[in-house]
């Protein structure tokens, strides 16, 4: 199945291809406890997605290791997508900014939770 996605104002634009999204996943981490997303349970090999994004518009955010590469808008501050420390030169996505959702409900969508904090 073909997903894509973007910031919210749209400098931000991103798609690949995945299975049809059942359920999430979250993080207890600092950084992800703050931002609340909701990413999608699999990750992506970085060379699999298409991004797209306006000049100096994509910010990264790294801490602790700096393996996890948090990614957002510099324009509106929208976090749309992140490389993984767990599996890196992979990628997860924000199910928030996804247009593929096919009336999925974020807020109505099982989740697991990663144990971040402790790592």
């Known amino acids: 199945m073909k997903h894509s996605g973007s910031c919210h104002c749209g400098a931000i634009k991103f798609e690949f291809e995945a299975p049809e999204i059942t ?7 600092s950084i992800c406890r703050r931002k609340g997303a909701t990413m999608t349970a699999f990750a992506i090999p970085k060379s699999e997605v298409k991004i797209v994004a306006g000049e100096g518009a994509l910010a990264t955010y790294q801490f602790g290791s700096c393996v ?43 989740f697991d939770v990663f144990d971040g904090a402790s790592l």
Do not use: Q, W
């Open 23 to 29: 359920e999430g996943l979250k993080c207890n981490c």
């Open 68 to 110: 996890a590469k948090h990614h957002f808008c510099k324009r509106c501050g929208i976090y749309p997508f992140h490389e993984t420390l767990r599996k890196p030169g992979h990628m997860r996505f924000n199910i928030g900014c996804l247009d593929s959702t096919d009336g999925v409900d974020v807020a109505e969508l099982p």
